[in-house]
């Protein structure tokens, strides 16, 4: 089975700066990987995923993330946040028909 | 748009009585899955259906039971509950599971065991 380790609980940013949230995965397998946001009291959506190909994939609302096979990571980064980016992050792998979630990191955007 | 739809939204129960959570999704989709989260420890899956017809457990199913109506249902029971279910529950679902297709979320019901 999989599993999805998310490096920080909690990553407090000032508006404006960039952030970069951190997700490793286990696999000795291809695997597919996702990205999804949860704003408060509201269900995930997601934000990005990575099925094949180019290692950057671009998302929603200007998330990037980048697949690097050798380290098992799949980090999230935006060069600039703004408030409406403070919200949980989720880093997910799939694995035999379902997504395995990591715990979640809860950005905090401060004017 | 209503995607998926689960309701209720909010429930208190006492320990020991029944309920059933209940999940319809309208995009035709092929899956379904029941997710729990909790502070910490993000989504678990309990129970998925691959396709109509079929149900599998997942990660953390004792305590819960489904019912894959039909296509578009797939109903979560918690018989009976306990203090430990007190959760938000997440219903999804996906065109087909495992071939990096997008899951879809509910907005989830808020379930409180006292």
């Known amino acids: 089975a999989q599993s999805v380790t998310q490096l920080d609980s909690q990553v407090p940013v000032f508006e404006e700066a960039p952030v970069e949230l951190r997700c490793n995965y286990s696999s000795s397998v291809s695997v597919y990987l996702f990205w999804y946001v949860q704003y408060p009291n509201q269900g995930l959506q997601l934000l990005l995923k990575?099925?094949?190909?180019?290692?950057l994939v671009k998302g929603i609302n200007g998330f990037e993330a980048e697949f690097n096979k050798s380290q098992t990571s799949f980090h999230l980064r935006k060069p600039s946040v703004h408030i409406s980016d403070t919200a949980e992050y989720f880093c997910?792998?799939?694995?035999?028909?379902?997504?395995?979630f990591g715990a979640g990191t809860t950005v905090t955007v401060r004017a | 748009n209503a995607g998926v739809t689960q309701t209720p939204k909010f429930q208190v129960l006492k320990t020991g009585q029944s309920m059933t959570l209940q999940c319809a999704q309208d995009?035709?989709?092929?899956?379904m899955y029941w997710y729990r989260q909790d502070p910490g420890m993000g989504l678990r899956l309990i129970y998925y259906s691959a396709s109509e017809g079929t149900t599998d457990k997942g990660e953390v199913p004792n305590g819960y039971n489904v019912s894959r109506l039909n296509k578009r249902e797939f109903s979560l029971r918690l018989e009976p509950a306990a203090p430990s279910q007190t959760s938000v529950y997440f219903c999804a679902s996906s065109q087909d599971g495992g071939t990096g297709n997008t899951i879809y979320f509910g907005e989830g019901s808020w379930l409180t065991v006292v």
């Open positions: 997910a792998v799939e694995d035999d028909y379902k997504l395995s």
């Open positions: 990575y099925l094949s190909g180019s290692t």
């Open positions: 995009m035709n989709h092929n899956s």
